[in-house]
């Protein structure tokens, strides 16, 4: 079981979605940090470590997968879950084998949301 006040990153450049991902993320036992950026996110890492991160697979500056990129060069073991509105053949298979810890297409239900938390905190955690 995933320790209650586990903190989740939110890394998504839209800012209601960034608004809904946190309401989400607080009904949960976890606590929420927002990142408009993965820049934002990545230069974070230096003050905080998250237990999980949410991340947009579309955005300006660095994309999903840089971010994925970035971490794995780093050598941060924060599990990445990537989320996306525009799912295409094969992205799926390329975030996976590029270390994401799940791939979630919107909109996002809350139990799946909390599934992905959960297994992704868990693995790390092993």
């Given at each position: 079981?995933?320790?209650?006040?586990?903190?989740?990153?939110?890394?998504?450049?839209?800012?209601?979605?960034?608004?809904?991902?946190?309401?989400?993320?607080?009904?949960?036992?976890?606590?929420?940090?927002?990142?408009?950026?993965?820049?934002?996110?990545?230069?974070?890492?230096?003050?905080?470590?998250?237990?999980?991160?949410?991340?947009?697979?579309?955005?300006?500056?660095?994309?999903?997968?840089d971010v994925l990129d970035?971490?794995?060069?780093?050598?941060?073991?924060?599990?990445?879950?990537?989320?996306?509105?525009?799912?295409?053949?094969?992205?799926?298979?390329?975030?996976?084998?590029?270390?994401?810890?799940?791939?979630?297409?919107?909109?996002?239900?809350?139990?799946?949301?909390?599934?992905?938390?959960?297994?992704?905190?868990?693995?790390?955690?092993?």
């Amino acid at each position: 079981m995933v320790n209650a006040g586990s903190i989740v990153a939110i890394v998504d450049d839209d800012d209601a979605v960034r608004r809904a991902l946190r309401r989400l993320v607080l009904s949960l036992p976890h606590r929420p940090q927002t990142f408009a950026s993965g820049e934002e996110f990545l230069d974070s890492l230096q003050r905080c470590a998250p237990h999980c991160a949410l991340v947009d697979l579309h955005m300006p500056g660095l994309k999903g997968l840089d971010v994925l990129d970035r971490l794995r060069m780093r050598d941060r073991r924060v599990p990445a879950i990537i989320i996306t509105g525009y799912d295409e053949i094969g992205v799926r298979e390329k975030c996976l084998a590029a270390g994401a810890a799940a791939y979630l297409v919107k909109p996002l239900e809350r139990a799946v949301v909390a599934k992905a938390i959960e297994d992704a905190i868990a693995a790390a955690s092993t």
